[in-house]
């Protein structure tokens, strides 16, 4: 008999095809969120979910399913699954870094160039009819070539943006990150690293890329956006909860700063209702993975895990992308 795993949301029919080749397979085309009660519910039985953000993995949901083997999440992050108490009942977690980390890159860059020229605020007032005549200072922004970009968090997706902007748009660039980069590394994207104080203080354009955990809950809020330079831009690809989105909708809306590019936010798919009042924020659905070469291989590398995470395929017991390689259970 094959293991059972679940599919927790609707993903490509072909790479469901490949799980099915060697698990019974409950899947999910309708692509119902669960709630946590659904999610118990559906895991029963089952040793291994593929999974995305939008389930949350604690101690509760693993307690009333003591057979699962493995979380594998479709998302380089993961801050929907506790990793401590999976590793604690010996389940093993996997994510999928590496394969979007260009694309997410690329995003962050037309963010927060959307957000410095001011491209979907111009777009409203256009088709709302309100373009009569050329002005000197209609939606005059701030300039990306040349400016100063501010990082904060330098990974991988970190460095695809200071490169972007480094060799791409001749900018400065600086970042904050819990460890200083390698030199080498360093020299590659032309970064140099600063306090976080200097990089509020410093930056023309702010990009967030840290990802959310205890330590990054509301580090950019009222106190850090008040360093800021009035004229900066903030562009968060990162979490919710690692901007305070209240804070920044009141900085926003007295023009403490420019304006912000927000992919992600606290709580969403709900949005903070102030984030829809102010025209100056640039705001997307968390899409920034989100191109179908890119999405193909975040699910096929979330396929890989769970195959092997569970002892099937040529990588059978040793999943491509572990988060807590201890756990795995024989
Ligand atoms: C990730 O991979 O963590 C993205 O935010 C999900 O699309």
Not at 24 to 38: G, H, I, L, S
Not at 184 to 196: F, N, Q, T
Not at 291 to 302: D, K
Request: overall charge neutral; hydrophobic content about 45%; some cysteine.
């Amino acid at each position: 008999m094959k293991p059972a795993v679940l599919v927790s949301r609707a993903v490509f029919p072909d790479i469901v095809d490949r799980l099915r080749a060697h698990f019974d397979v409950e899947d999910n085309p309708q692509d119902r969120v669960f709630t946590k009660a659904e999610l118990i519910q559906r895991l029963a039985g089952k040793q291994g979910v593929f999974a995305t953000g939008s389930e949350r993995f604690d101690a509760e949901v693993l307690d009333a399913n003591p057979q699962l083997k493995a979380v594998c999440n479709m998302a380089v992050g993961y801050n929907n699954i506790d990793v401590d108490a999976c590793s604690a009942r010996g389940v093993l977690c996997t994510n999928t870094p590496d394969v979007l980390t260009e694309t997410t890159a690329d995003f962050g860059f037309a963010l927060m160039m959307a957000t410095a020229r001011r491209i979907t605020e111009s777009e409203h007032f256009l088709r709302r009819g309100e373009w009569k005549k050329w002005s000197y200072d209609m939606f005059t922004g701030g300039d990306v070539h040349g400016a100063t970009l501010g990082i904060l968090g330098m990974g991988r997706i970190g460095q695809g943006i200071a490169r972007r902007g480094a060799l791409g748009f001749g900018m400065k660039v600086i970042y904050h990150n819990r460890s200083r980069l390698a030199p080498d590394i360093e020299a590659g994207c032309r970064a140099s690293y600063v306090s976080k104080e200097a990089l509020l203080r410093d930056a023309d354009h702010l990009v967030i890329v840290v990802p959310y955990s205890a330590a990054s809950h509301h580090a950019i809020g009222a106190p850090e956006l008040a360093q800021m330079k009035r004229s900066a831009t903030l562009t968060n690809i990162a979490r919710g909860g690692v901007v305070d989105d209240a804070a920044l909708a009141q900085a926003l809306a007295e023009r403490r700063i420019a304006a912000a590019g927000l992919d992600v936010f606290e709580g969403e798919p709900a949005l903070n209702p102030a984030l829809l009042t102010v025209p100056n924020v640039v705001l997307t659905p968390h899409i920034a993975s989100a191109t179908i070469a890119t999405r193909r291989a975040m699910a096929n590398l979330a396929a890989d895990n769970l195959i092997a995470a569970l002892g099937f395929g040529p990588q059978a017991g040793h999943p491509p992308t572990p988060i807590n390689a201890a756990a795995l259970k024989g």
